[in-house]
């Protein structure tokens, strides 16, 4: 299946400002992951948000799903420099085991 | 939540050689995938590996560029054979289900001459 996508690409924001981030995809979906992978390092599992769901908390981290837009949000609350990373969203289907991932958002935060 | 682990964490091949890269799970699990990740771009899935049969390959990539092995519950390895430059990628294994969180191991940055 084609790789669903993020917007934007790239984000530069100051510290202690939100951050949002979209995700977009084209099938049916069993729930929607959502990571953070710091400098080409490993990911970093965030929130997994599932289908019957429409949104999910976690600390700074608010996730939102519209399944009827096929589209998902990351917001990020009062940025921090340790923000500063990739994020990317992975659709997890209906009956596959796989993850199909987003292109991906890169963050900045200037201190 | 699994811990997943990658050896070796990097390296540097030369052109036409072959490089292992194994990954082990903190925890018996049923499905292990590898993904790559070229500079720059997202992830891409080359093929999960289920114990005791042979691994499911995605389109693109193939078993005698990518052998894998899967000799029980908790560890796999990934091949890159007759590595090209354009074989530098991060490699990266990650267990668990579609259905349920997939936790990803560190990575294996590899860079081919």
């Known amino acids: 299946s084609q790789q669903g996508e993020e917007d934007p690409q790239a984000l530069s924001i100051q510290e202690g400002e939100n951050a949002t981030m979209n995700c977009s995809y084209k099938?049916?979906?069993?729930?929607l992951q959502w990571y953070r992978q710091n400098s080409g390092r490993g990911l970093v599992h965030l929130i997994l948000i599932r289908s019957n769901e429409r949104e999910k908390h976690s600390g700074r981290l608010r996730v939102t799903l519209d399944t009827s837009k096929k589209s998902s949000s990351l917001l990020i609350t009062a940025s921090r420099a340790a923000d500063t990373a990739s994020y990317f969203c992975?659709?997890?289907?209906?009956?596959?085991?796989?993850?199909?991932f987003g292109q991906g958002t890169r963050l900045t935060i200037n201190p | 939540s699994a811990v997943i682990s990658q050896k070796p964490s990097r390296d540097i091949c030369q052109r036409g050689t072959s490089l292992t890269i194994q990954c082990q799970v903190d925890?018996?699990?049923?499905?292990m995938f590898w993904y790559r990740q070229q500079p720059g771009q997202s992830l891409t899935l080359i093929a999960t590996a289920n114990q005791g049969s042979e691994a499911t390959y995605e389109s693109g990539f193939v078993i005698d560029k990518f052998p894998i092995s899967r000799p029980n519950l908790t560890f796999s390895t990934l091949t890159v054979s007759n590595m090209s430059p354009e074989d530098s990628s991060i490699y990266l294994c990650?267990?668990?289900?579609?259905?349920?969180?997939?936790?990803f191991g560190p990575g294996t940055r590899l860079t081919v001459l």
């Open positions: 099938t049916s979906i069993n729930n």
């Open positions: 990650s267990s668990g289900t579609g259905q349920d969180t997939q936790y």
């Open positions: 925890s018996q699990v049923t499905m």
């Open positions: 992975a659709e997890g289907g209906w009956g596959a085991q796989k993850l199909v």
